[in-house]
């Protein structure tokens, strides 16, 4: 069964599922894979989780067997590539917008379209948060 530890620096902090008391820094609870599926996204670094796998934390498979993002490969593994190319989104940046400027940098022309769709990237971002 799955375990979550709250190692945090407050002493306590409050359960996102309300029919479960607050977890207390250092203690461990058992929890089922179920519960965390559905809570689990919510906990941040300041949790220890052992016996469940994050969805971001998936291994990623790669379907053309050459390094390079497809659609089979996570959002996660997607910008740590575009970030060995000093490619870094502003904003949130969806799957399909991250493997476009995949597409981009590995066209002959890739330099000068990457930083444009890294420009109208931040521009959306900008205008969606107004």
Do not use: N
């Amino acid at each position: 069964m799955p375990t979550i530890t709250y190692i945090g620096t407050r002493y306590q902090r409050p359960c996102p599922d309300k029919t479960h008391r607050d977890f207390i820094r250092g203690q461990t609870r058992e929890v089922t894979k179920a519960w965390l599926d559905r809570y689990g996204p919510r906990f941040g670094d300041d949790f220890r989780i052992e016996g469940w796998t994050r969805e971001s934390e998936e291994v990623t498979v790669d379907e053309g067997l050459d390094g390079i993002p497809d659609k089979s490969w996570s959002r996660a593994d997607i910008q740590k590539w575009l970030a060995g190319y000093d490619i870094k989104p502003k904003g949130y940046a969806t799957k399909t917008t991250l493997l476009e400027l995949v597409a981009t940098v590995m066209s002959p022309d890739g330099v000068a379209e990457t930083e444009a769709l890294v420009e109208d990237s931040a521009e959306e971002s900008q205008e969606s948060e107004e």
